[in-house]
Nanobody, 127 residues
Framework: QVQLVESGGGLVPAGGSRGLSCAASRGTVSTRTMGWFRQAPGKEREFVGSISWQIGGKTRYADSVKGRFTISRDVANDTVYLRMSSLKPEDTAVYYC???????????????????WGQGTQVTVSS
């Protein structure tokens, strides 16, 4: 069983930056592709970004966050990060960390490919 715990959410002014962390069970980040998703009120959960567990840690981002958000990982500490900059009010959402099925080697952009989810952390961007 993989456990994921997000932290770092809060209130941020538009144009500001925020970093989220996802602490995973031991061995998770080195063996599973990790992803970030978000869900705004009244909307479906959407893909934000993904980082492969393979050497090099290939990443992929949603078009809406490309160039503003960056995913990184600390394999030794089983932690994944989401650095968000140039935040916009439309980035307001609950942000979820997820661990993909062990069957995947590369990035995973669909929620169906993720087996474990964190509880989420709220990010609110004020205008």
């Amino acid at each position: 069983q993989v456990q994921l715990v997000e932290s770092g959410g809060g209130l941020v002014p538009a144009g500001g930056s925020r970093g989220l962390s996802c602490a995973a069970s031991r061995g998770t980040v080195s063996t599973r592709t990790m992803g970030w998703f978000r869900q705004a009120p009244g909307k479906e959960r959407e893909f934000v970004g993904s980082i492969s567990w393979q050497i090099g840690g290939k990443t992929r981002y949603a078009d809406s966050v490309k160039g503003r958000f960056t995913i990184s990982r600390d394999v030794a500490n089983d932690t994944v990060y989401l650095r968000m900059s140039s935040l916009k009010p439309e980035d307001t959402a609950v942000y979820y960390c997820a661990a993909a099925s062990a069957a995947y080697g590369g990035v995973v952009t669909t929620s169906l490919g993720y087996e474990y989810w964190g509880q989420g952390t709220q990010v609110t961007v004020s205008s």
